[in-house]
């Protein structure tokens, strides 16, 4: 008989990258019974995993204190050897598996008291600093209840016990990659440049699309991934350059690479928030993956990790993120030997058909354990 396991995430989709397609396909290709307990419009089977359907509903509230308690009764109901929870304010529930004698395991995606510091909804810098660290000490709490914790970077590591870690990156999964092909292109004449992710302040495109009026060539800048509001999509749309911007819309991840293929360059030009500055950006290796050359956020730890496959640049600055486009434009072959070099990088280090071998270890780990 199958091992059960269950997955559980109130603020993701069902579909989301890391979740679905990296963690749970990954177990379940390799023997176990997973069930997602995901926001979803009714209980189904996808690629082997059972999703259990939650209602969906915006209200950050009724999230925290009513649906946190659905998706524990539901996950409850898959009597799993072991749940394994994505979203921080789910460190309750967490907690209330554990008591209850379930092997708990804690996914942290982001740095969570870093990420406090640039919530908009939390009004006044004093109150976010207040609450970023009475965050910091609560998850220190929680994690002692936890079998394992699950963390995506080298730096969130060093916030736990190194004894309960697991360091599983959030990489692309080459092989499927490899398989895709690009999608049309609009123009031959054109220079494509492309951003996939959430399309906000912090991550730069407001900079990217003004930097386009510095170029001297067709360029089309493709936007794949969901707005942060309609105000930021307002003030991006005022700029005279956003008729040069083509708006793919917000895709399910294997529909984006085509585009990233098709396209001649990739944008990753985050801002220097304190959650970012040493962070592994999942679209930078996308893009690697993909094959092309990328700009990136001149954060030190960037310019380590990717120092042979981007050129990088001040997120700040139009004219010089317009400097780094023409660059690549102008220099065809310095462009190809640094997307060659980023594939050949990740190839060696980055995929994920690596980091979901960790994955399955930690599990036979845990399961065998007592």
Same mark, same amino acid.
């Given at each position: 008989?199958?091992?059960?396991?269950?997955?559980?995430?109130?603020?993701?989709?069902? *579909?989301?990258?890391?979740?679905?397609?990296?963690?749970?396909?990954?177990?379940?290709?390799?023997? @176990?019974?997973?069930?997602?307990?995901? =926001?979803?419009?009714?209980?189904?089977? +996808?690629?082997?995993?059972?999703?259990?359907?939650?209602? &969906?509903?915006?209200? !950050?509230?009724?999230?925290?204190?009513?649906?946190?308690?659905?998706?524990?009764?539901?996950?409850?109901?898959? /009597?799993?050897?072991?749940?394994?929870?994505?979203?921080?304010?789910?460190?309750?529930?967490?907690?209330?598996?554990?008591?209850?004698?379930?092997?708990?395991?804690?996914?942290?995606?982001? #740095?969570?008291? /870093?990420?406090?510091?640039?919530?908009?909804?939390?009004?006044?810098?004093?109150?976010? *600093?207040?609450?970023?660290?009475?965050?910091?000490?609560?998850?220190?709490?929680?994690?002692?209840?936890?079998?394992?914790?699950?963390?995506?970077?080298?730096?969130?590591?060093?916030?736990?016990?190194?004894?309960?870690?697991?360091?599983?990156?959030?990489?692309?999964?080459?092989?499927?990659? #490899?398989?895709?092909?690009?999608?049309?292109? =609009?123009?031959?004449?054109?220079?494509?440049?492309?951003?996939?992710?959430?399309?906000?302040?912090?991550?730069?495109?407001?900079?990217?699309?003004?930097?386009?009026?510095?170029?001297?060539?067709?360029?089309?800048?493709?936007?794949?991934?969901?707005?942060?509001?309609?105000?930021?999509?307002?003030?991006?749309?005022?700029?005279?350059?956003?008729?040069?911007?083509?708006?793919?819309?917000?895709?399910?991840?294997?529909?984006?690479?085509?585009?990233?293929?098709?396209? &001649?360059?990739?944008?990753?030009?985050?801002?220097?928030?304190?959650?970012? +500055? =040493?962070?592994?950006?999942?679209?930078?290796?996308?893009?690697?993956?993909?094959? /092309?050359?990328?700009?990136?956020?001149?954060?030190?730890?960037?310019?380590?990790?990717?120092?042979?496959?981007?050129?990088?640049?001040?997120?700040? &600055?139009?004219?010089?993120?317009? *400097?780094?486009?023409?660059?690549?434009?102008?220099?065809?072959? @310095?462009?190809?030997?640094?997307?060659?070099?980023?594939?050949?990088?990740?190839?060696?280090?980055?995929?994920?058909?690596?980091?979901?071998?960790?994955?399955?270890?930690?599990? !036979?780990?845990?399961?065998?354990?007592?």
């Amino acid at each position: 008989m199958k091992v059960k396991i269950c997955h559980i995430s109130t603020v993701h989709h069902f *579909n989301d990258d890391r979740i679905f397609y990296k963690e749970c396909v990954s177990l379940s290709n390799v023997g @176990y019974d997973v069930s997602l307990v995901v =926001t979803h419009n009714e209980d189904c089977v +996808i690629n082997g995993v059972k999703i259990i359907a939650l209602p &969906d509903n915006s209200s !950050r509230l009724y999230r925290i204190f009513l649906l946190s308690f659905i998706a524990l009764f539901k996950a409850l109901k898959t /009597k799993s050897k072991l749940y394994h929870f994505h979203d921080p304010e789910l460190m309750v529930i967490g907690i209330l598996l554990r008591l209850m004698g379930k092997k708990v395991v804690y996914d942290v995606h982001e #740095d969570l008291p /870093k990420q406090i510091l640039y919530k908009k909804w939390i009004p006044g810098m004093a109150l976010r *600093n207040v609450l970023s660290s009475i965050i910091a000490l609560f998850e220190k709490f929680a994690t002692l209840f936890f079998v394992n914790v699950v963390v995506v970077t080298d730096d969130i590591a060093k916030k736990f016990n190194p004894q309960k870690i697991s360091l599983i990156r959030n990489f692309a999964i080459l092989n499927v990659i #490899d398989s895709i092909q690009p999608a049309p292109t =609009t123009s031959s004449e054109k220079y494509c440049i492309i951003y996939v992710g959430g399309i906000s302040k912090i991550r730069g495109i407001y900079e990217v699309i003004a930097s386009l009026k510095y170029l001297n060539f067709q360029i089309e800048f493709m936007l794949l991934g969901p707005w942060e509001s309609e105000e930021y999509k307002t003030h991006c749309q005022s700029l005279e350059e956003y008729k040069f911007v083509n708006y793919i819309g917000n895709l399910p991840l294997f529909e984006v690479y085509p585009y990233i293929k098709s396209a &001649d360059l990739g944008i990753c030009l985050l801002y220097p928030a304190k959650n970012y +500055i =040493t962070s592994l950006p999942v679209k930078a290796f996308e893009y690697m993956a993909c094959k /092309k050359p990328m700009i990136m956020s001149d954060f030190e730890y960037w310019q380590q990790i990717f120092q042979d496959c981007a050129l990088f640049t001040d997120p700040f &600055d139009s004219i010089k993120i317009a *400097n780094a486009i023409k660059h690549f434009h102008d220099d065809k072959v @310095y462009a190809e030997k640094v997307a060659k070099n980023g594939y050949s990088m990740l190839k060696d280090n980055f995929t994920w058909e690596a980091e979901s071998i960790r994955l399955v270890n930690m599990y !036979r780990e845990i399961l065998n354990g007592n």
